[in-house]
T-cell receptor
Framework: DAGVIQSPRHEVTEMGQEVTLRCKPI?????LFWYRQTMMRGLELLIY????????DSGMPEDRFSAKMPNASFSTLKIQPSEPRDSAVYFC?????????????????FGPGTRLTVL | QKEVEQNSGPLSVPEGAIASLNCTYS??????FFWYRQYSGKSPELIMS??SNGDKEDGRFTAQLNKASQYVSLLIRDSQPSDSATYLC??????????WGAGTKLIIKP
């Protein structure tokens, strides 16, 4: 398996522009997570999906952020309009069985990330 | 608020020595604990998981868990320069979500 695939790997945009990040999870994984990582705040969970349905979006910072998962093999994270404080590395991760529920729970597999710079 | 705390480091260890990384967590009902390694510019990757009190060994890595003290650690024996990375502690909370520490930067000096 190719692992979790993210695109683009790098994105530089100007404030106010729309940004769309894309993710293809590992085939057969029912859970998909979007994270954001910065030096100041570390790794933050933004939203996660189970079987294409958003389960918890409480980590989404504000209405400018939205995420969709139209099918089991594709998800997008959109920022509109983008701001300089959105600059970060955005990771997508997938998991076959769910969250950290106990012994035997599989790990989360991370994609390579998208480094977003908003000027 | 549920928290996972780690010393940010950097922790500098001579090659061949034992590196000891520590993590404390606030949610007493947490049941699952993970150590991820993240090289600079790369994504996190799981190196150890532990669910029961005590030690769990995997090659040069040993995870230690003490739920009474709400403390989990990672020992790396015979440290190698390739172990230089940031180590993230993650704890599964009562809602089965991962709470992440800020990470400890480890530097292995040849």
């Amino acid at each position: 398996d190719a692992g979790v695939i993210q695109s683009p790997r790098h994105e530089v945009t100007e404030m106010g522009q729309e940004v769309t990040l894309r993710c293809k999870p590992i085939s057969g994984h029912d859970y998909l997570f979007w994270y954001r990582q910065t030096m100041m705040r570390g790794l933050e969970l933004l939203i996660y999906f189970n079987n294409n349905v958003p389960i918890d979006d409480s980590g989404m910072p504000e209405d400018r952020f939205s995420a969709k998962m139209p099918n089991a093999s594709f998800s997008t994270l959109k920022i509109q309009p983008s701001e300089p404080r959105d600059s970060a590395v955005y990771f997508c991760a997938s998991n076959p069985t769910g969250l950290a529920g106990g012994p035997g729970t599989d790990t989360q597999y991370f994609g390579p990330g998208t480094r977003l710079t908003v000027l | 608020q549920k928290e996972v705390e780690q010393n940010s480091g950097p922790l500098s260890v001579p090659e061949g020595a034992i590196a000891s990384l520590n993590c404390t967590y606030s949610d007493r009902v947490s049941q699952s604990f993970f150590w991820y390694r993240q090289y600079s510019g790369k994504s996190p990757e799981l190196i150890m998981s532990i669910y029961s009190n005590g030690d769990k060994e995997d090659g040069r890595f040993t995870a230690q868990l003490n739920k009474a003290s709400q403390y989990v650690s990672l020992l790396i024996r015979d440290s190698q320069p390739s172990d230089s990375a940031t180590y993230l502690c993650a704890v599964g909370d009562s809602n089965y979500q991962l709470i992440w520490g800020a990470g400890t930067k480890l530097i292995i000096k040849p």
